[in-house]
C-alpha cells in the first residue's frame, strides 16, 4: 500500500507552472576542470568523447599527445564454445555437495568442469576472451623552441565539453581547442598562434603493435591494423584516419606524418572506426570507408559551426541538471583542480562535490549514448595493448554501478546500450543455461564482453556467481519505473521473462527450511570458513542471489499483469517467490550474508552483496524494515570504511539509504582523498586521481558514478510516486540547491535550502499521477497533471 492510498486523502497542492532546470545558470565557474601544467600519465590527462570515439588530452608545449580509444577496440572474438559442453553432467553431483555441507569439494568440483580458463586480470590480448584496448597516439611535435613558457593553462569545460590549452612562449599566444563531437562523429582540434607563422609542427599516429601508418594525399595519414582474434575467428579490424586543415601554411604528408609549417590556425581532424557491428560480433562495417566517409561528410564545415553542433548537442544532457552545495568558494574553484582536490581535506569547499557529481554525468554523456556501447570498467579511455581485468564488462556490481545515476540525474536514455547488452546475452546465455543447467531462459555468470560471453569465470570463488541476470534485469525495470513507458517494457519484457524463467527453472529446495535457493552460486568474491577450518566460495543461495530473484519475480509478475500476458507463469512466480529465503539476521545482529552464519575469511571485504536490498534494492528500509535497517547499519559498521573505490562509492548510496548523511559524507571524504597519479592495485588506497578519474585503484570508472548516485541519494530518494526529499543532508552541506533529478514515477524535482533546511521544493509531473512528497517525517500528497509543475514549501507538509 502506498502512503497515498493509507492516508486516503489528496491534496492538490499549490499548483504553479515554473521552469524546472533553469536555476543556477551562474555556477558555471564551478563546471571546469583545470591545471597549470601538462598531464604525465593517463591519470592525470583529460577525457573527452562522443559516447565511440574517446581522446586523453595530455597537453604538452614540445609534444601536444592525445590518447586515442573506440570503445569497440576488443581484441579476442565470437567463440561458441566457451561453454563447457558436459557441464550438466556434474550439476547434480555438485549440488549434492553442497546440500550435504561440502561446500570445500563442490567447490573443486566446480573449479574442474564449470569455469573456463579466460584471463581475468588483463592478459587477455591473445585469448578468445580478449581485451579492451587503446586505438592509438596522435601526437604534435613542434619545432624546438627554447623561450620559457608563461601562462600555461590545460583545461575542459564540462558544460561545451571542450578542452584548451593555452601559453605563451617568445611572445606568442598559443591555444588548442579540442572536441569530439556526437553529431558529426569526428574529433576536432583547433590550433592557433597569435602571430601568422608561428605553428611548425610534425602530426604523426601510431599504435604499439597491430597497425601500419601511411601518408593520403598531401595533408593526411591513415593508420589500419587489425587486433588478435585469440582463436579461429576473424579479429576486429580498425581504421583511424586525420586530416590537417592548415589555410596558408606549408602542408605535405609523407610516412613520418603530416608536416606543417608556417601555421596560424590549423584544424586537425581525427575520424575513427572498426568493423565491430553490434553484439551479433558479425564483422561487416568496413572501417576504412567508415571513417573515410566521417571525415568527408564534414569537409567545407567550419570548426565554428562543428563546434556549435557539438555543444547543442551535448548541453541537451548536460543541462538537466544543475547543482551547487554549500556557497559558491571561488578561491577554491580557481585553485588547479589537482591543487583543490588536496586542499579539499581542509573543509569548507562542499562545491567540490557537485563537481565530482557533474564530471561523472559529463563522462556518462561522453561514454555511452543509444545504439552503442556500454561504458566499460575505464569507460571508453584506455591505452596501451591491455586494460585492468580486461576493461571489460564485470556484472557483480561494476557495469551496474555505472548506469547508478543515469536515471535520477536526467540521463535515463544514454542506459540504453546496457540495456541493449543485456538483450544481446539472451541468445548466448541460453546456450550456457542449457550447457551448464540444462535450464531455459538465458544466464550470464561474473563477466562479459564485446563478444558475448556468458559461461562462468575462470575461478569459481568470483567467476561463478549467478545474480547477474537479475541484476541487469534490475536496470531495464527501474528505467520502465523512472519513465513508465509502456512500450519499452514491452520490448524488454522478453529479457526479464528469460531471466526469471532461468530462476524458476534451476532454483533447488534446501535442507533446512526449505527455501528456494540457487546452487552453485557464491556471494560475490567474498569466502568463508567451513565448520571444519576451510575456506570455500561456493555455496547454495548467499543472500544476494536470494534478493535479486525476489526483485526479478516481482518485477515479472508485475510487468505480465501490465502487459497482459503470462497468467500462469505469473502463478509459478508467485508460489516460488513465496519460498526464497528471507533475509536473516544473525546472532551479531548483522545482515547474514549466507544461509548461515559463517565464519568469514576477510571481515572487511569490499564487496557488500548482501546490502543489495538496502539498494540498489528496496526490501530494506528504515521505515519499512526498522530492524533489518538498523542490521545494515551494523553489518557496515563492521565492514568498515577504507576499501577499494568502487566499494567506498557503495557505501555512500547505502548510509544514504539508512538516512545517515554525515556518514555518506565522510565515505565522500574518504573517496576524495587524492590518489597518486600511479596508484595501482594492492599499492595504495583509492582515491581520486589529479584528472578526478576515481582510483579503485587502478582507474575504473565505476567509482567516479557510484558516488555520483551517493550524492544523488543524499538528497533525493524515491520509489514511484514517493519521493523523500533531502534524506540524508549532510551537516556540512548546509546550504544548495538542486535542480532536475529525476524521480520515479517521472517526476523531475527542484530543491533549494539554508541551514540544513528545505526552503523550498518543485516537482514537475511529466506523466501526472499520484506523489506523496515526504520531508522528514511530515508529507504532502500531490494529485498532478501530466506537464504540470507543483511548488512547496515546508509549511505545505504535516505529519
Ligand atoms: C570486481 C571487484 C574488483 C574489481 C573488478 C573489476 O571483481 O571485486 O575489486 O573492481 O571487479
Request: aromatic share 10%; proline share 5%; charged share 20%.
Amino acid at each position: 500500500m502506498t502512503g497515498v492510498e493509507r492516508a486516503g486523502r489528496w491534496c492538490i497542492a499549490l499548483l504553479l507552472a515554473c521552469g524546472v532546470g533553469t536555476a543556477m545558470a551562474a555556477t558555471d565557474t564551478n563546471l571546469q576542470l583545470h591545471y597549470n601544467k601538462p598531464a604525465t600519465s593517463f591519470n592525470e590527462a583529460l577525457p573527452l568523447g562522443n559516447g565511440r570515439i574517446g581522446v586523453m588530452v595530455y597537453g604538452g608545449v614540445a609534444e601536444a599527445r592525445y590518447s586515442l580509444s573506440e570503445n569497440s577496440m576488443f581484441s579476442g572474438s565470437r567463440y561458441d564454445d566457451a561453454d563447457r559442453k558436459d557441464a550438466v553432467k556434474y550439476l547434480p553431483r555438485i549440488r549434492q555437495l553442497l546440500l550435504a555441507g561440502k561446500n570445500v569439494e563442490a567447490e573443486w568440483l566446480t573449479n574442474q568442469h564449470f569455469t573456463w580458463n579466460q584471463p581475468a586480470h588483463g592478459e587477455g590480448a591473445a585469448t578468445h576472451y580478449g581485451t579492451f584496448q587503446g586505438l592509438g597516439t596522435l601526437r604534435l611535435d613542434f619545432a624546438a623552441n627554447d623561450a620559457p613558457v608563461h601562462g600555461y593553462r590545460r583545461s575542459l569545460d564540462l558544460r561545451s565539453a571542450t578542452s584548451e590549452v593555452s601559453y605563451e612562449q617568445g611572445g606568442v599566444h598559443y591555444r588548442r581547442t579540442l572536441f569530439v563531437s556526437a553529431p558529426d562523429q569526428v574529433m576536432v582540434l583547433q590550433l592557433h598562434a597569435d602571430r601568422a607563422g608561428a605553428l611548425d609542427f610534425l602530426a604523426t599516429l601510431g599504435r604499439s603493435e597491430r597497425a601500419s601508418v601511411q601518408a593520403v594525399g598531401t595533408d593526411g595519414l591513415l593508420m589500419q591494423g587489425q587486433l588478435d582474434s585469440g582463436g579461429s575467428g576473424e579479429g576486429l579490424k580498425f581504421a583511424a584516419r586525420v586530416r590537417v586543415i592548415a589555410p596558408g601554411a606549408t602542408v605535405h604528408a609523407d610516412r613520418a606524418g603530416v608536416h606543417v609549417r608556417n601555421g596560424t590556425d590549423v584544424i586537425v581532424l581525427v575520424s575513427a572506426a572498426t568493423d565491430y557491428d553490434g553484439f551479433a560480433g558479425r564483422h561487416t562495417a568496413d572501417p576504412l570507408a567508415a571513417s573515410a566517409a566521417d571525415l568527408r561528410r564534414v569537409a567545407g564545415r567550419s570548426p565554428d559551426a562543428l563546434h556549435a553542433a557539438h555543444v547543442a548537442d551535448f548541453r541537451y544532457w548536460f543541462d538537466r541538471v544543475a547543482l551547487q552545495l554549500g556557497a559558491p568558494n571561488h578561491a577554491r574553484e580557481r585553485m588547479p583542480t589537482d591543487a583543490r582536490l588536496a586542499a579539499y581535506a581542509d573543509g569548507g569547499d562542499p562545491d567540490f562535490a557537485a563537481l565530482y557529481f557533474q564530471y561523472a554525468r559529463y563522462l556518462l554523456i561522453s561514454s555511452s549514448r543509444p545504439g552503442g556501447l556500454p561504458a566499460n570498467l575505464q569507460g571508453l579511455w584506455a591505452e596501451g595493448t591491455s586494460t585492468p581485468w580486461n576493461g571489460d564488462y564485470h556484472t557483480n556490481v561494476n557495469i551496474e554501478m555505472n548506469y547508478w545515476p543515469a536515471e535520477s540525474t536526467g540521463l535515463g536514455e544514454l542506459a540504453q546500450p546496457l540495456f541493449a547488452l543485456t538483450a544481446s546475452l539472451q541468445q548466448p546465455g541460453a546456450k550456457t543455461a542449457q550447457r551448464y543447467y540444462g535450464a531455459r531462459g538465458w544466464v550470464v555468470h561474473t563477466l562479459t564482453n564485446i563478444w558475448g560471453f556468458t559461461a562462468p569465470g575462470a575461478e569459481a570463488s568470483w567467476g561463478m556467481w549467478q545474480g547477474a541476470p537479475a541484476w541487469l534485469s534490475f536496470h531495464i525495470w527501474d528505467h520502465y519505473r523512472y519513465s513508465g513507458d509502456r512500450a519499452f517494457l514491452r520490448r524488454y519484457y522478453p529479457v526479464l521473462r528469460g531471466a526469471a524463467r532461468f530462476y524458476a527453472d534451476t532454483l533447488i529446495e534446501e535442507p533446512e527450511h526449505h527455501w528456494l535457493v540457487t546452487a552453485p552460486s557464491s556471494s560475490p568474491e567474498n569466502t568463508v570458513y567451513m565448520d571444519d577450518g576451510r575456506k570455500a566460495a561456493i555455496v547454495m543461495g548467499p543472500a544476494m542471489d536470494e534478493e535479486l530473484i525476489r526483485f526479478l519475480f516481482g518485477a515479472v509478475i508485475e510487468a505480465s499483469e501490465t502487459l497482459h500476458v503470462d497468467a500462469g507463469f505469473r502463478r509459478e512466480l508467485a508460489a516460488k517467490r513465496a519460498r526464497l529465503a528471507p533475509i536473516q539476521v544473525g546472532a551479531d545482529g548483522r545482515i547474514l550474508e549466507y544461509l548461515k552464519a559463517y565464519r568469514e575469511v576477510e571481515v572487511h571485504h569490499r564487496h557488500m552483496s548482501h546490502l543489495w536490498a538496502l539498494f540498489p534494492g528496496d526490501q530494506i528500509t528504515p521505515r519499512h524494515t526498522p530492524k533489518l535497517a538498523a542490521a545494515a547499519a551494523r553489518s557496515l559498521d563492521v565492514r568498515g570504511d577504507d576499501s577499494t573505490g568502487w566499494s567506498e562509492a557503495y557505501k555512500v548510496n547505502l548510509w544514504a539509504h539508512l538516512g545517515d548523511g554525515n556518514r555518506a559524507l565522510r565515505l565522500l571524504d574518504v573517496l576524495f582523498k587524492p590518489a597518486s597519479r600511479d596508484a595501482r592495485i594492492g599499492h595504495e588506497w583509492a582515491g581520486t586521481y589529479p584528472n578526478l578519474f576515481n582510483a579503485g585503484p587502478p582507474f575504473q570508472i565505476d567509482g567516479n558514478f557510484g558516488a555520483t548516485s551517493g550524492i544523488v541519494e543524499m538528497l533525493l530518494q524515491s520509489e514511484v510516486g514517493d519521493i523523500r526529499l533531502l534524506p540524508a543532508l549532510p551537516d556540512a552541506w548546509r546550504q544548495g540547491e538542486v535542480s532536475g533529478l529525476h524521480a520515479r514515477g517521472g517526476f523531475v524535482v527542484d530543491m533549494r535550502w539554508q541551514a540544513g533546511k528545505l526552503v523550498g521544493a518543485t516537482v514537475h509531473a511529466i506523466r501526472g499521477g499520484p506523489c506523496v512528497a515526504h520531508y522528514g517525517e511530515r508529507e504532502v500528497h500531490l494529485a498532478t497533471t501530466a506537464g504540470q509543475t507543483y511548488r512547496l514549501r515546508p509549511s505545505d507538509f504535516t505529519r
